[in-house]
Nanobody
């Protein structure tokens, strides 16, 4: 599975942005997917995960209630809708994929990483 993230940009605090991740390979629909982010000078952190069937979804506490992850297996895409953005959301965002939702949440040898897309939130 190869991943291509897009949709990053600059937005004011309180605004919204949607990131999209396009995956190649017909097996993607069998994989869990998620998002990570890395802020300047900080370690990479888990943001959200979604199972292959969308029946399991989980978020980092810092984004719960503001971010929504979704997927369209027919289109091989995973989206991250980000609302009520704050300056602390500024980071490079990466989409990821693995057969295991646990591995995605724990960052244990995740199988595939996309290139990052930069989100900048100005206050």
């Amino acid at each position: 599975v190869q991943l291509q993230a897009s949709g990053g940009g600059s937005v004011q605090a309180g605004g919204s942005l949607t990131l999209s991740c396009a995956a190649s390979g017909r097996t993607f629909r069998s994989y869990a997917a998620g998002w990570y982010r890395q802020a300047p000078g900080k370690e990479r952190e888990f943001v959200a995960v979604i199972s292959w069937s969308s029946d399991f979804i989980n978020y980092a506490e810092s984004v719960k209630g503001r971010f929504t992850i979704s997927r369209d297996n027919a289109k091989n895409t995973v989206d991250l809708q980000m609302n009520a953005l704050i300056a602390e959301d500024t980071a490079v965002y990466y989409c990821v994929s693995d057969l295991s939702v646990v591995k995605i949440q724990k960052s244990y040898g995740i199988e595939a990483w996309g290139q990052g897309t930069l989100v900048t939130v100005s206050s």
